[in-house]
């Protein structure tokens, strides 16, 4: 086994489309996830994970259904399993995403945005 640390921007460098995560770590079940995003992504929830959101560079903000919570870079933001919301990145925002590798991109709604095979970086 080869236990090599990971470079963060180098990830980060090697993609620049949108809403498309990779997974560059896994642990006890959970995958570590780097994206980019930028304009709104769809309504969703997940049924049965939680969802970590860290922010990397940019202002992320995730909107609920009763108010919207502003997520700036070195912050963090979890969504609890069953809450509907949508991130929304006005300008390109990179996050890591922390969430069990059953987690579905958009959750209970599929279409264009739905990611199912995910590259590793």
């Not at 997974?23 to 959970?30: A, H, K, M, P």
């Not at 930028?38 to 560079?57: A, K, R």
């Not at 912050?75 to 006005?90: L, N, R």
């Amino acid at each position: 086994m080869s236990i090599e640390k990971v470079n963060i921007a180098d990830k980060l460098s090697l993609f620049n489309d949108y809403w498309n995560p990779r997974i560059v770590g896994e642990l006890n079940g959970q995958l570590v996830k780097l994206a980019k995003f930028e304009g709104e992504f769809v309504w969703h929830q997940h049924e049965n994970e939680d969802e970590m959101f860290l922010v990397i560079s940019g202002i992320l903000k995730m909107e609920f259904r009763d108010k919207i919570v502003e997520v700036n870079p070195g912050e963090f933001i979890i969504v609890p399993k069953g809450v509907e919301h949508k991130p929304v990145a006005e300008s390109e925002v990179s996050v890591m995403l922390f969430e069990p590798n059953t987690t579905l991109n958009t959750g209970n709604t599929r279409g264009e945005l739905t990611k199912e095979n995910l590259e590793k970086i």
